[in-house]
Each structure stands twice: as C-alpha cells, then as structure tokens.
C-alpha cells in the first residue's frame, strides 16, 4: 500500500470551488495539509449572477475541519486578481486547478455571439488568464502543477454544445503546449475529462447513475497528478465512478499519393482510413514523421547483374525477359517468388499490376496477376489491371533494388501510377520478400 499523498504546505488554486467537484478538490486538498484559494464567482450554471456566499461556505468548511483556505469572489477571467490572493495569503502558487465552468448548451442554429462569448470568458479565456498569472511564479520557483478540465463533450463533440465543445478542446491544446513549456522547470500539465454528479449533470442522468458518479471519486485522479511525485504530463484521463482512463491520438499508417487529386483520394480511401498499422504520435515532429517515412521509405532489395535474354531459370510459366530491358531481372525474381509463394501472395495482396517500362522510345508492359489463382506473371497486356505503374527502365530497376526511392520518384515523376495506390505500394514488399 503507498504511502499518503501528502500536500503540506502546497498553495493550491481551485476554480470554481464553491460548489460540485471544485468544492470536493478544495476540501481534500485541505485535508492533506493544503493552503487552498477557494475561488467562486457564485453564478447560476448558465453563467448569471453572483454571490460570495459560495466561496464563503467552502471555506468554513475546511477551516471548521482545521485546515487553511481563503476565498477569492472573482471571475476567472481576472485570473491576475485570483493569484494575487494567492500571493498575498500564502506566498506562492504550487497546484493551479482550472474547473470553473458554465454551461449555455443550445444547437448550433440558434446560437447567439452572447452564448458563444461567456461559454469561451469562463472556459478558455479565464483558464487562460489563470494559468498566465500564475505560470511565471511557477517558473521561478521551478514547481507547479496544472489541471485543465475538459469534457467529453469537446473531445468527442456533442449536440448542443458547440460552444462549450470547442472551449474544453481548446483547453486540452493549451494542456499540450503548457506541458512542453514547462518541462524544464518542473511544471506539469494534465488534461482531465471528468464525470460527475452535480448541478451541471443532475438534469441530464438518472438518481441512480448520479449516486454512482460521486465527485469525490474524481478527486483521487486530480491529487495524483498534483502530486509532487508524479511527472505525468501532457496527457488527457478520463474519468468518474473510481474509473479513470488515459486517452491518446492514434493515426493509421496513410498512403501517399503522388499527382494527388480527389478522384486518388476517392481510390485510396480504404488505405486512408486504414488503422491496422497505427502509430500514436504525441508531439508536431512526431506527427510530420508520417509524411517523412512515406517520402523516405526506400524499397530494399538488390538484383542480380543484368545477364543476356535467357530462359527463366528455376520459375514455373514461360520466360518474362524481354531483350534489352534490365527490368527483365527484376520479373524474374517476381516470377520465382510467384513459383513458391503465389497463393499466399494472391490472398495478401489480390490485384493485378500491369508494369509499363520505357526505354529510348520504346515500351514493354509486364502483367503481374496476384489476384487469381497461384499467381501469374506475363510479358504484355493480360486481363484487367487494378494499377498502371509506369518507370524508365533504369529507374525501375534502381526503385525496385532500393537505389533509389520509390517515394521520390513518385514525387520527381520517375514513377507514375494509375489505379489503386495501396496495390502499388504493396509491390515493394513482394520485392523485399523476394531476397534478390
Ligand atoms: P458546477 O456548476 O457544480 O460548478 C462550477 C462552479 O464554477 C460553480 O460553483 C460556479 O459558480 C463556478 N463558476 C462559474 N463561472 C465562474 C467564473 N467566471 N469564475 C469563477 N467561478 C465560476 O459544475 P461541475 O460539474 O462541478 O463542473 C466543474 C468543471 O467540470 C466544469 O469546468 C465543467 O465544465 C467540467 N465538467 C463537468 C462534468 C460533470 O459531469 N460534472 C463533465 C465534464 C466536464
């Protein structure tokens, strides 16, 4: 069992603090050995009117338990005076909870600048404001922990709530960055999406759901990660009901798709959309590393030396070479993985290439047929292609033996291809099984 997180002496900031999970953060935190700025501008959910009294009970509250806490009646959007009361009280800002929030849910339809405008002061301008104010001193003192509350509703999107959607993803875009920034001075920040019972959600869930979605059971996720032990950073937790899950982009593997237009596009949706081969970038350089490997992925195999028109050695059909073409080779390599492959190869890739190679004027087109049978390959036109690739003869040879790169040829129009693009690339991978 790990030992009690502790958190004497730790200034913590919580927005929103006078009622629903605010007020049950606030009170644990105390608890802990927290000093706490219990900041509530005391509205009604849809962001109208004020009352200090919200504030005020919450910090009776925990000064009634024998903890320290002060009370702030300011908007988040003077986030400067909230900090400042921080300073003037304790000192200092350790832990900085932005979970003020508002709701003005209508369809997008009929929404007004005013419902737009208070969702984005109290979400995404008073986090802001708040983080900004604070984010210096926690330099300085090489120490903070942030919080930003976000919600379901902006990762996933939700009718009616356009306004508060984009706030609570824009929320988790400043979590990101901030958690860039602040890694050098020991400055963490998490993105949460929580579910809860309270004002906010006791209209829309059942009495007994709500019974099952205690805030207090969202607390112990947030003390986590304010902890002074934990580094996380830069991630985004689900969480409610003693559940909590970390949540992360997934990107398929893409295709690239030289001379793009939207009718390739159209051809090549299935790749687009293809996640069987993921990858789970996490920062912009990770993320343009998608393009850089399709750009940079070379196809590696290497051939033998060209030799004279001679009969297909140990492959099954007629001969694929045709005089004075050094692809010639390349077939005859296709042709003897066909001969002991071509079944596995025709449920793997099932398409049919036709392979049109130009030499000083002229032109000789292979077919590979990976789509019936065992297999086939033959010198011209045979039956109907699913993909037209197109090269010089040296280049296809040099594409084809890794000397060249098949995407930079793409892009330098050495390469063309008409048809299925994901078919074309699956090419390569015959070659590179190949063991030329
Ligand atoms: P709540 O309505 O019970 O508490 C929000 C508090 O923020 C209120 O006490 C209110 O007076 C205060 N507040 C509003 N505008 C303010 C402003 N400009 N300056 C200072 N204080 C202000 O709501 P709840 O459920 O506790 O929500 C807390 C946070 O969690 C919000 O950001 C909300 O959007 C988010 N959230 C809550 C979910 C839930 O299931 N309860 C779901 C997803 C997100």
Redesign the pocket.
Known sequence: MSAELSYKDRVVII??A?????RVYALEFAKRGAKVVV?????A?S?EGADVK?ADKVVNEIKAAGGVAVANYD???DGEKIVATALNAFGRVDVLIN????LRDVSFGKMTDSDWDLVYR??CK?AYKLTRAAWNHMRDNKYGRIIM?S???GLYGNFGQGNYSSMKMALVGLSNTLAQEGKSRNITCNAI????A????ETVMPPDLLALMK?EFVVPLVLYLCHESTTETGSIFEVGAGWVSKLRLQRGAGVLIPDITAEKVKENWAAVEDFSNPTYPTTPTESFSGIMTALNNPVKVSIAPVKAAAPAAAAAGASVVVAGYKASNVFETIQKTIGSNGAELVKKINGVYFIKVTQGGKSQTWTINLKTGNGAISIGEVGKQDVTITAADEDFVDIMTGKLNAQTAFMKGKLKINGNMGLATKLGNIMQKSKL
């Open positions: 927005t929103g006078g009622g629903g999970l605010g900041n509530d501008l005391g509205t959910s962001g919200a908007s988040v959007e979970n003020a929030g508002i109290v979400h008073g509350t919600s379901a509703a999406a929580p579910i809860a309270s004002r906010m959600t805030p």
